[in-house]
């Protein structure tokens, strides 16, 4: 079974939705959309209060080439622009629309027949991919079509699709695999044309044997898309660990997977991909699991960007009495969520409510060097060192024990016996350390 | 909504792996070792080990309580290991107010003042050991004979152990490989007994408290540069199985170089160090004055060990491009 050789842990699963087959979440009564839910430039309202607007239409247009659309995921009326705090914490400009039925944009074909037909070319494809405002929905949400556009004097030979879900609790691309199989290898096919390569390997978690066998029975079908099972281990999923896994090459520091000839992309990116290529649908809805322990229904739905976290938790069975914290994302990596109301985005792969006694962070004791930081970094890094610079405010020895390729997978923080907040420390040192970077390089053009 | 929410940065799971289990775990990994020696040394070994583990417990309570004023971590396990690595390292028929000192040399020098947990460079337990092995040559290298609860804590039978035997050239009478194995030899209560040091390794191994490099790394030094003197002339050096089952060799490689504190923290560099401890192993117990030399090995590799995390490094990820 394929995997990458250093590093990595082993949390509990609790993949306990994996059953649970994808439900459509009921329209809500309003939505609120934010323009900036990819990364690069925020995308510019182009709608006005009062305005009605349907299920597709466009409501935000992208500034530059690294930036997306954003369309409206209901029909209905703009009752204000104003702004909203997203899942991240960040407060950005978002367009309010109050539901009125549910209109789709003609041009949007809603026969629920498999297409797989691909009549665009290559370049047609990009640009479908750009109006359609697709993002990676792995989580990080770059923008697709920069990714598919090769740069000058690069190549790629072969396209991976990451199906590896190796957050815990996290089952929305298993369901996706399981339930939208076909459309998922198609996608895959139509990125293929894309990128003008005629290989692309998935790589799924073996914990999902039957997402593997589907999309191995799928694949088949089509030449050149081959399946591969991956070994169970924290942070398998992570880009370069998966190139690793794959096609067992190496992304120098710094540098991105084109670099080594590759592109890697989401299993349910391939799914938007075929939505927007094969049916022009714009991306306005994703699956995203909503679990916890407690949680009455836990399960994975389809729902409208926009929504309401809070209208999701409901869907679930409302908020447990026992919750103590609420992470958007996966335990690992995801994000502690102050209010309800933020709106699901385009990266929002699940929604996790812990339980009082899971929420709180173990008590802090002194570093007893026992290294596992050190085996457990999925870089080969020496988090305990970097850790103890920053702490004392040593930003250029941290910097020269290379604290800013730290890819913040948490592994190091995971293992730690003495629950020291590891990667507090290196994200505070990464930041600090970019942005002296940032500044040297001001300086010398200064000079 | 009124409840209040914790909000805290990733990531929001915990392996639920603290210091207090590891140490345990190490406590557990001990006890095969503590039996064995219990059965050959008797009384005398039960008297050892509870006074050494209770002084080292009451000088870190009191050091912490009275002279740092900070919080309690007695129950973090770690004096409790060194109190019992402690008592391993010694005969078992050492006076008490020698263990204390011992202990007090311990926790007190060699790990309290250095600021507890965590930052003493030198192993507590070893670092006792060696001050006693100085302060009371004669006490220290008194070995009673295992004669089970017949070996008398007070004016026992001594005899000599297998090292001192071959220190003075008595090749011949050197004990056979199965006394070895089971423990039935003279020495410190921790170097019988090799069977049930390695029973503690494999627990240690398979509970992933220690890896497999530093312990493997001494020995490994140690049988190739025995055999290769041995090799040389097997009439005057003895054989690299004897080597290793004799003596401290498997109580430090498992349970004293292993040290989390005062080992490197890559495992290139608990390679390297352990190699380091290996060679030295063997030039002191071949050429050096004492006719063991793991102790010294050991706290020398110990000194090198914040330049070992400083230089030798591992590859980072991406950092040299193999494609393939």
């Keep these: 079974m394929k995997s990458f050789p250093a590093g990595g842990v082993h949390p509990p699963q609790n993949k306990l939705t994996a059953g649970h087959g994808i439900e459509k979440l009921p329209i809500p009564s309003s939505v609120v959309i934010p323009v900036s839910q990819h990364i690069g430039a925020p995308a510019e309202i182009i709608v006005q209060k009062g305005d009605i607007v349907k299920t597709g239409q466009l409501i935000a247009q992208s500034k530059g080439f690294v930036s997306t659309n954003i369309h ?30 549910d209109e789709w944009l003609p041009s949007i074909n809603r026969d629920t027949g498999i297409d797989s037909n691909v009549v665009l070319t290559a370049d047609e494809i990009i640009n479908r991919c750009q109006e359609a405002g697709l993002v990676g929905m792995g989580g990080a949400s770059f923008p697709i079509h920069v990714k598919l556009k090769i740069p000058e004097g690069k190549k790629c030979d072969v396209l991976l699709i990451n199906g590896a879900e190796c957050e815990p609790y996290l089952t929305n691309d298993h369901r996706m695999m399981l339930e939208y199989g076909e459309e998922i290898i198609i996608g895959v096919s139509i990125m293929m044309k894309a990128l003008k390569v005629d290989k692309a390997m998935i790589g799924i978690e073996s914990n999902k044997p039957d997402a593997i066998e589907h999309l191995k029975k799928i694949s088949s ?57 094969q049916k022009n649908k714009p991306l306005f809805e994703r699956v995203v699991t909503v679990t916890g322990k407690s949680v009455k229904n836990p399960g994975n739905y389809m729902v409208r960007i926009g929504t309401s976290i809070q209208n999701l938790i409901d869907a679930a069975g409302g908020l447990p009495e026992d919750t103590g914290k609420i992470v958007v994302g996966g335990p690992m990596m995801g994000k502690a969520l102050k209010n309800l109301s933020a709106p699901v985005v385009k990266g929002t792969s699940g929604i996790v409510l812990f339980q009082e006694i899971e929420s709180n962070r173990v ?34 020895r941290a910097e020269e024990e290379g604290v800013a390729n730290c890819c913040e997978c948490a592994s190091c923080h995971y293992i730690c016996p003495a629950g020291r907040p590891l990667l507090d420390y290196l994200r505070l040192g990464k930041q600090t350390v970019l942005r002296m970077a940032r500044e040297r390089a001001a300086k010398k053009q200064a000079i | 909504m009124s409840r209040l929410l914790n909000v805290s940065a990733a990531p929001h799971a915990h392996s639920n792996e603290t210091t207090k289990k590891l140490m345990y775990g190490v406590v557990i990994a001990l006890v095969p070792a503590l039996l064995t020696s219990i059965y050959f040394f008797g009384y005398g070994a039960l008297i050892v080990t509870s006074v050494s583990v209770a002084s080292c417990l009451l000088f870190e309570f009191l050091i912490q309580k009275f002279l740092l004023k900070k919080p309690l971590s007695i129950n973090d396990g770690s004096a409790l290991v060194t109190g019992l690595l402690l008592a391993m390292n010694v005969p078992s028929n050492l006076p008490i107010f020698i263990i204390v000192i011992g202990a007090l040399f311990s926790i007190g020098i060699a790990k309290m003042s250095f600021g507890g947990l965590g930052n003493n460079p030198f192993n507590p337990a070893l670092a006792g050991r060696v001050f006693l092995l100085i302060s009371f040559p004669a006490q220290m290298t008194t070995w009673p004979q295992p004669l089970g609860f017949a070996t008398k804590y007070v004016d026992a039978l001594t005899g000599e152990t297998p090292l001192g035997a071959m220190q003075r050239g008595a090749l011949d009478a050197l004990p056979s490989t199965n006394d070895l194995l089971l423990g039935h030899i003279g020495g410190s209560m921790g170097e019988v007994g090799a069977i049930a040091l390695l029973v503690g390794f494999a627990y240690m191994l398979i509970r992933k408290i220690i890896s497999w490099h530093i312990p493997v790394s001494i020995i490994g030094t140690i049988a190739i540069f025995t055999g290769i003197l041995w090799k040389i002339d097997p009439s005057q050096y003895a054989d690299p199985l004897f080597h290793i089952l004799s003596g401290g060799v498997l109580l430090g490689a498992i349970f004293m170089a292993t040290d989390y504190v005062t080992s490197p923290m890559n495992h290139k560099a608990m390679i390297i160090y352990g190699i380091g401890i290996g060679l030295l192993t063997v030039v002191i117990r071949i050429w050096g004055a004492y006719p063991e030399g793991v102790s010294f090995a050991i706290l020398i590799m110990n000194a090198f060990v914040p330049l070992m995390n400083r230089y030798i490094k591992i590859k980072p990820f991406g950092e040299e491009v193999k494609n393939g």
């Design chain 1, 221 to 277: 079908r089509f030449l050149g898309i081959t399946v591969h099972a991956l070994k169970v281990k924290y942070p398998q999923g992570a880009e370069k660990q998966l190139i690793k896994s794959l096609i067992n090459r190496e992304v120098p520091l710094g540098r991105l997977p084109i670099d080594v000839n590759t592109v890697v992309q989401n299993i349910s990116t391939a799914y938007a991909v075929y939505e927007a290529v």
């Design chain 1, 363 to 396: 008590e802090e004791s002194p570093c007893i060097r026992c290294g596992k930081c050190v085996s457990a970094c999925a870089l080969k890094l020496e988090p305990y060192l970097m850790a103890r610079l920053v702490e004392k405010g040593l930003y250029e």
């Design chain 1, 72 to 101: 409206s995921s209901v029909s209905g009326k703009i009752s204000k622009i104003d702004t909203v705090i997203d899942p991240q914490g960040f407060k950005q400009p978002a367009v309010y629309i109050d539901v009125e039925g």
